[in-house]
């Protein structure tokens, strides 16, 4: 909004000259990051306040471990104030244009609502199962359907780069346009939208301990913020010709308007910041499913329109981990009637083991770290 607004100001006059640096996507990635960390801390104070001032607080699972049984009446769906402050930041320093960040912001706002619903029922029934299971999936797989359908079909309004690749899936390791991988859209479009569901449901899932989500999240984040930055960018001289394009020197898929999307992933990162200050061990306020449905949904939008479709389970390792003990286990226990784990997700697991929540969320932040760098190798590793 502030680009399309401010920036063709720069001819008007002398002054105004300064404007120009609007046009950077880096400049704009960092305002964006920026804005939402500040909105976040200055809105926290006053958002927990009326959580606590209408009793919306935390409803513990019955089977869940003892220790959790002090969370109970905890703040929660502070998930709706980081989406204000996503959203909010990417609106305000996006280029409007970019359907990468349109289509992106659709499906976290979307997922936000079903989230919402999710808790209030959760809230107002006092019992911790919500809206249930299938009806969830659905909302998500109509919604991300309809976005990426019309994101991925609608000709007339997709960029010409994007339009001539955005069947092609990203193989880990293996150069883009050397060895291509194109499937047909009948085939594509169902797992790219099972991908945006089961990222959406797998952070959902891992949100369970103080910070334990949003850490991820973040290096998610910043991690996709960094692909989407290099898809689009290019050096040189604005009135020659050649320019240097970094995507192809990497050998990743080039989408000259594809660094917009790296404004969102930025307001991820500054937002998340901002809310891990009151949700770092013992948390002040919970997320809820409001904000991890909702930025479950945004990273897996991100891996799909940067190609790193199967790279997105390495890097978003942990939260693959964490959903993945949960289909174990319950198909474990209704085909054998024994579990595998001591408790699902995987972080209760060690929970029960005696391992403190402090330290479980430490060293799955690590784990994060470290599959982020091992996955952003992969840029020269081909």
């Known amino acids: 909004m502030l680009y399309e607004l401010l920036f063709p100001l720069r001819h008007d006059a002398d002054w105004l000259g300064f404007l120009n640096v609007l046009r950077y996507v880096p400049f704009r990635t960092i305002a964006a990051t920026v804005t939402a960390m500040l909105l976040a801390f200055v809105l926290a104070p006053w958002f927990i306040r009326e959580l606590q001032r209408k009793q919306i607080g935390q409803i513990v699972r019955a089977d869940g471990p003892e220790s959790h049984k002090i969370k109970s009446g905890t703040p929660t ?13 990417t609106i305000l320093w996006c280029d409007p244009r970019s359907v990468f960040v349109w289509a992106t912001t659709a499906v976290t706002a979307g997922y936000g609502v079903i989230g919402f619903l999710d808790d209030h029922l959760k809230i107002r029934l006092r019992n911790s199962r919500g809206v249930p299971g299938r009806y969830k999936l659905l909302g998500q797989f109509l919604i991300g359907g309809a976005v990426l359908s019309y994101a991925f079909l609608a000709r007339e309004h997709l960029p010409p780069d994007w339009y001539e690749i955005r069947f092609n899936l990203g193989i880990p390791f293996v150069a883009f346009s050397k060895h291509p991988v194109v499937l047909p859209a009948w085939l594509y479009l169902p797992l790219a ?59 990743i898929p080039f989408l000259a308007s ?33 904000g991890s449905l909702a930025l479950g949904g945004g990273l897996g939008m991100c891996a799909v329109f940067t190609k790193n479709e199967l790279l997105s389970a390495i890097l978003g390792g942990v939260f693959f981990l964490e959903a993945v003990s949960v289909v174990v286990q319950v198909t474990s226990f209704r085909l054998t009637g024994k579990r595998i784990f001591l408790m699902a997700p995987l972080h209760h697991h060690y929970e029960k083991k005696g391992w403190a929540e402090p330290k479980i969320i430490v060293r799955f932040w690590i784990i994060s770290i470290l599959l982020a760098l091992f996955s952003l190798s992969s840029l020269k590793l081909r």
């Open 258 to 290: 594809g660094g917009e999307l790296s404004i969102y992933c930025g307001a991820i990162v500054g937002a998340g910041t901002g809310f891990l200050w009151y949700n770092t061990y013992p948390a002040q306020v919970f997320m809820g499913d409001v």
């Open 193 to 251: 939208v099972t991908l945006v569901v089961w990222t959406s449901n797998a952070v959902n899932l891992t949100d369970g301990l103080d910070g334990l989500a949003i850490g991820p999240v973040m290096i998610n984040a910043g991690t996709y913020l960094v692909w989407a930055y290099l898809a689009g960018a290019t050096f040189g001289i604005a009135h020659v010709a050649q320019r240097f394009v970094v995507a192809r020197y990497l050998d």
């Open 77 to 89: 769906m502070g998930g709706a104030l980081i989406l204000l402050c996503v959203l909010l930041p």
